[in-house]
Nanobody, 122 residues
Framework: QVQLVESGGGLVQAGGSLRLSCAAS????????IGWFRQAPGKEREFVAA???????YYGDPVKGRFTISRDKAKNTVYLQMNSLKPEDTAVYYC????????????????WGQGTQVTVSS
């Protein structure tokens, strides 16, 4: 069982930066891939970024070159560094976990956090 808790959301101006954290409980966290997803009002959930248990990363097209995902296994935490934020990045951001390999499909993940709001003003 893994529990995930997101933090770090907030209000930022366009062009600014935020760093989201996804803190996990559970001894087997190092075996888990973590994905970040987001959902804006009236829109479908969207894949943002993911990191596998071995550290491999990949990103959704809208955030490539602006967002960076990383993990600190000693702290059981995955980070999402978001730079050059745009108003269209406004959404609730969720982290999700699954064993081993990452995926861009939300239904592949077994555990989800409660979400953290990111609002980017123009």
């Amino acid at each position: 069982q893994v529990q995930l808790v997101e933090s770090g959301g907030g209000l930022v101006q366009a062009g600014g930066s935020l760093r989201l954290s996804c803190a996990a409980s559970g001894r087997t966290f190092s075996s888990y891939a973590i994905g970040w997803f987001r959902q804006a009002p009236g829109k479908e959930r969207e894949f943002v970024a993911a990191i596998s248990w071995s550290g491999g990363t990949y990103y959704g097209d809208p955030v490539k070159g602006r967002f960076t995902i990383s993990r600190d296994k000693a702290k059981n935490t995955v980070y999402l560094q978001m730079n050059s934020l745009k108003p269209e990045d406004t959404a609730v951001y969720y982290c999700a976990g699954r064993l081993w390999d990452s995926s861009a499909r939300g239904h592949d993940y077994d555990y989800w956090g409660q979400g953290t709001q990111v609002t980017v003003s123009s």
